[in-house]
């Protein structure tokens, strides 16, 4: 499968030899892949296979008609995500001059619909994104559509998950752990609130302790996609796209075993805890409230003596 895509691509690029694309300079050509997994995140097979995957959904022209060649499409993106700069370091290396990129500017006007829903806890414009992910540091599921208003407790009630995790039989056959602003339930597990015994407090280290995997994996996804550590002054659907493309290339980062990059600088992935914002005092909700108590007691009485 390599041998054809690499193939492939030498084809492409036998057929597009115009004089735009002459005079810039191929990434993929210029760096080896040590280089570009620094600069783009992944090495050249896999921005080759990234760029068969999407070539049909790219633009084909720039913004003065010129021919931009879905490969260069793709490593601007990538560079992108990986800095959170875009016209003028990444014209400057690989040769695009900032007439012809696609984003145009970055740095949009402030949300033009329901602005004050945006604003967070810290006074500035965000997103609130929920992400689960396993063991391995891969995301399973992410949901990035909610102002940075929303409680924890919404987004995960209007997301699908929630609903796939209600039914019977339930989306995912385990369990997800979520910290005390999240409704518990028989499939969500929260830490106890006041520990009454021995065994709670040691189901809340261990729950505290494993819940460090989703922070940690955080933490990864910010250091290899820089463009989440930056403010993102873009409309939340363009925002929320972003974090979605960012999502996906990073479980295909983890999956080639590629690390992140290290950065001293980034800030700390830890979550912000929020109050619980309540939820309608319903029987159906009462009962699986106690459902999911039931199954959190249970737990610490089986496993943590």
């Not at 570009?36 to 084909?60: A, C």
């Not at 022209?61 to 959170?84: K, N, S």
């Amino acid at each position: 499968m390599a041998a054809v895509i690499v193939q492939r691509y030498r084809q492409r690029r036998q057929i597009r030899r115009n004089r735009i694309f002459r005079d810039r300079l191929n990434p993929v050509e210029r760096f080896d892949d040590r280089e570009l997994i620094n600069k783009f995140r992944f090495p050249r097979l896999t921005i080759l296979q990234i760029t068969d995957e999407v070539e049909g959904h790219l633009l084909p022209h720039g913004e003065r008609g010129d021919v931009l060649p879905a490969l260069l499409q793709v490593c601007l993106t990538l560079r992108f995500l990986a800095t959170g700069t875009f016209q003028d370091a990444v014209g400057e290396m690989i040769g695009v001059s900032q007439s012809t990129g696609e984003y145009s500017n970055l740095d949009l006007e402030r949300p033009r619909n329901n602005e004050a829903d945006y604003i967070n806890r810290k006074n500035f414009h965000s997103l609130n994104v929920q992400i689960v992910c396993n063991a391995d540091l891969l995301i399973m599921d992410c949901v990035a559509r909610h102002p940075g208003s929303a409680h924890d407790a919404r987004v995960l009630r209007e997301s699908a998950l929630f609903a796939g995790m209600e039914r019977q039989p339930p989306l995912v056959n385990g369990l997800i752990l979520g910290d005390s602003g999240y409704p518990i339930r028989d499939w969500l597990i929260t830490p106890f609130g006041q520990p009454a015994n021995v065994q709670e407090e040691r189901l809340n280290l261990a729950h505290r302790e494993t819940r460090v995997t989703v922070e940690w994996c955080i933490g990864v996804l910010k250091r290899r996609f820089y463009c989440l550590h930056m403010e993102l002054r873009v409309e939340p659907h363009v925002a929320s796209r972003i974090v979605y493309a960012c999502c996906m290339l990073h479980n295909r980062a983890t999956q080639l075993g590629l690390e992140a990059p290290e950065d001293d600088q980034a800030p700390p992935a830890g979550n912000i805890p929020l109050p619980n914002p309540g939820v309608p005092n319903v029987a159906g909700e009462r009962a699986r409230t106690a459902a999911g108590k039931a199954m959190r007691l249970h737990i610490a009485r089986t496993h943590f003596h």
